[in-house]
C-alpha cells in the first residue's frame, strides 16, 4: 500500500500542478507536462486498485490464501494496469510520442522490481501476487475500521517534532515561499533572472505532495511510526529547496569556523538548559549546569556582537542563522544516535511501536544451553504459541525442529504441542498450561514485547494550555523530549508489557558432559 499510496500523492500534487498551469493558461490540457507526470503515475500504480475492484465485486482482497485469490489479483490488477497503461499511451500521440518508451520503460522498472519481489523470486507466485497488489491495499482497506495502533490523528505531528523538527520546520518555510513567489513575483522574479516560474512549479509540486502525504496518513485508520518516511521524503525535498533559495551557495573558512563554534554552542546551551528543567540533581551538578549554561549561552551572543560590529548586523544575522540551523542538524544527529545505539532495546523512542525486551536474549541463551547439553547442538524440538510467534520465529530459525502452533487468548495448548521438550508460550497459553507444566519442568518467565507509553493519546486542543501552565507537565515534556526520560514510571515493572514463558526440559544424567564433548558451530542470535 505504500508504493499506491506514494504514487497516488505525487500523481495528485502532479494533477493540480497541471490544473493550476492550466487556469493560468500558462499550459493547455494538452502540453501540461504535470499532467504527463499524473497521467504516467496513474498507470504505474492502476493495478494496485484491483483490490478495490475485488471489493466492489463483493470479495475480501485481504484474504489472499483464499482458493482464488490469485486469479482474481491476477485478473484485476492486469486489466486495470492494461487499461492504464492504453489510455497513457493514447496521450502520447503526435507532437507528444516521445513520451511513448520513457513511459513503457518506467512501466516496466517499476513492475519488473516489484512482481518478482512479491512473488519470492517467483517461488511464491500466486500468494505473492495475490498478497502484493491486491492484498496489501486491501489490507490497509481493512485497517481503517480496526485502527491498528490506535494512534491520534496528530500522530505524525508529534513524531515529526520529536525526531524531524528541521525538516518539518523548514518544509513549511520552503512551501510558503514557493507559494508566495509563486502567486506575488513570480513572473518577475523570472524576467530578473533569479528563478523561472517552471521551477517555482516544481517547488510547489513537491509541497503539494507533501501536503498530500501529511493529509493521507493522517487520515487513515492506521497510523504507524515507520509510514512517517514516507512524510519526511517530500518535506526534506521542500526543505531542501528553501535552503538552496535561503542560504549561501559556500562559506569561506572563517565563516565555517564561526558558523560550527556557533552550532555547538547553541546546542550545548539548549541541552543544559533541558537538563536544568527537566532532570533532578544534587545542587552541585545543578550549579555546574547552569554555570555551564551561562558560558555557552556568553560564547555565543559574544562572537554574534563582535560580527555584528565589525562587518554589520546583516552578516551577524547570517551567521547567527547558520548557528542555529546548525545546532538544530547537530540536535537531531544526537536523536538518532541516541535511538539506534543508546536506546536500541529500550520503550522510550515512540518512532518504534513494539520493541524486544532485553529479556529476550538471555531467555534463548538458556534455550541453547539446554537444547546443546541434551541434543549435542540445536537439534531440540521447540514448540512455539502464537502469542510468541513475534519475534520468536525469526530468533528461532536455526533450531531445524522449531515449529509454531495456534492458541489464542483463553485456548487450551495443542496437547500435542505440550509435549514437546521446549515450549514457549504468550500469557494466554501460559495461564492454561502452568498448572500442568511447572511441576513437572524448569519455567522461566519473561517480558517479550514492550511498547512506549502513549498519554498523548487523550489529548485534546483544550489541554494543551493547561499542559502549559503546568510546571510539573512541563517538566515532564522537556524531560521526555530531549532525554526520553518519563518522570515517575520506572522502566521495571513496565507498565505496558506482554510476557511470555520458557518451559524446558530437565536435564539428563551426563548431559554436560556430553555438551562438553564440542557443541557444533552454529550463527549466533543477532
Known amino acids: 500500500e505504500v508504493a499506491f499510496l506514494t504514487g497516488a500523492g505525487f500523481g495528485a500534487a502532479c494533477l493540480l500542478a497541471a490544473a493550476g ?30 483490490a478495490v475492484a475485488i471489493l466492489a465485486a463483493g470479495a475480501d482482497p485481504s484474504r489472499f490464501d483464499a482458493p482464488d485469490a490469485a486469479g482474481r489479483a491476477a485478473l484485476w490488477g492486469g486489466l486495470l494496469g492494461a487499461a492504464a497503461l492504453a489510455l497513457a499511451l493514447l496521450r502520447c500521440r503526435g507532437s507528444r510520442s516521445a513520451l511513448a518508451r520513457p513511459l513503457l520503460g518506467a512501466f516496466a522498472l517499476f513492475w519488473g522490481i516489484l512482481l518478482p519481489l512479491y512473488t519470492s523470486l517467483g517461488t511464491n507466485l500466486g500468494r505473492g501476487l495475490a498478497s502484493g497488489v491486491a492484498g496489501s491495499l486491501g489490507y490497509w482497506l481493512a485497517q481503517h475500521g480496526v485502527e491498528r495502533g490506535g494512534q491520534p490523528a496528530f500522530f505524525y505531528v508529534l513524531l515529526m517534532a520529536l525526531y524531524e523538527p528541521l525538516v518539518w520546520a523548514l518544509s513549511v518555510a520552503g512551501g510558503v515561499l514557493a507559494w508566495r513567489r509563486l502567486r506575488g513575483r513570480g ?48 518535506s526534506a525535498l521542500v526543505a531542501g529547496w528553501w535552503i538552496e533559495r535561503r542560504l549561501p551557495a559556500a562559506l569561506d573558512a572563517l565563516e565555517r569556523r564561526r558558523v560550527a563554534a556557533l552550532a555547538i554552542a547553541a546546542a550545548a ?19 555546574v549546569r547552569a554555570v555551564l549554561l551561562a558560558g555557552a549561552t556568553g560564547f555565543a551572543l559574544t562572537l554574534v556582537a563582535r560580527i555584528a560590529l565589525r562587518e554589520g548586523r546583516a552578516v551577524a544575522r547570517r551567521m547567527a542563522l547558520l548557528g542555529l ?12 544516535l541516541v535511538a539506534c545505539f543508546a536506546h536500541s532495546e529500550l520503550a522510550v523512542e515512540t518512532l518504534v511501536y513494539a520493541h524486544g525486551t532485553p529479556a529476550v536474549k538471555p531467555a534463548l541463551a538458556e534455550l541453547e544451553r539446554s537444547s546443546r547439553q ?93 499542559l502549559a501552565g503546568d510546571p510539573a507537565s512541563l517538566r515532564r515534556a522537556v524531560a521526555f523530549y530531549f532525554f526520553r526520560e518519563l518522570p515517575g514510571i520506572p522502566l521495571e515493572p513496565w507498565p505496558l508489557r506482554k510476557g511470555a514463558a520458557l518451559y524446558l526440559p530437565r536435564p539428563e544424567p551426563g548431559a554436560d558432559a556430553r555438551a562438553a564433548a564440542g557443541p557444533e558451530p552454529t550463527p549466533a542470535i543477532p
Open 21 to 50: 498551469e492550466i487556469a493560468s493558461r500558462a499550459a493547455t490540457w494538452r502540453d501540461s507536462r504535470w499532467l504527463d507526470l499524473a497521467v504516467i503515475q496513474a498507470a504505474l500504480v492502476a493495478p494496485y486498485l484491483s
Open 325 to 336: 540551523l546548525g545546532a538544530a542538524l547537530l540536535l537531531g544527529a544526537r536523536t538518532a
Open 269 to 287: 546551551a539548549l541541552l543544559l538548559a533541558a537538563g536544568l528543567v527537566g532532570r533532578d540533581a544534587a545542587p552541585a551538578a545543578e550549579l
Open 374 to 466: 541434551l541434543a549435542g547442538g540445536l537439534d531440540l524440538e521447540v514448540a512455539y504459541d502464537f502469542e510468541t510467534s513475534w519475534p520468536l520465529a525469526w530468533y528461532l530459525r536455526h533450531y531445524p525442529r522449531a515449529r509454531g502452533f495456534v492458541a489464542g487468548a483463553g485456548a487450551e495448548p495443542d496437547v500435542r504441542a505440550l509435549e514437546a521438550p521446549a515450549l514457549l508460550l504468550g500469557d494466554a497459553a501460559d495461564r492454561a498450561a502452568r498448572p500442568a507444566l511447572e511441576t513437572a519442568r524448569p519455567r522461566l518467565a519473561f517480558d517479550i514485547l514492550w511498547w512506549p507509553v502513549d498519554a498523548y493519546r487523550s489529548w485534546t486542543l483544550d489541554d494543551l494550555p493547561r
Open 187 to 234: 513572473s518577475a522574479a523570472a524576467a530578473a533572472g533569479e528563478e523561472s516560474a517552471e521551477s517555482l512549479r516544481c517547488a510547489l509540486l513537491v509541497t503539494l505532495w507533501c501536503g498530500a502525504a501529511w493529509f493521507g496518513y493522517s487520515l487513515a485508520g492506521e497510523r504507524m511510526p515507520w509510514l512517517l518516511v514516507h512524510i519526511v521524503v517530500p
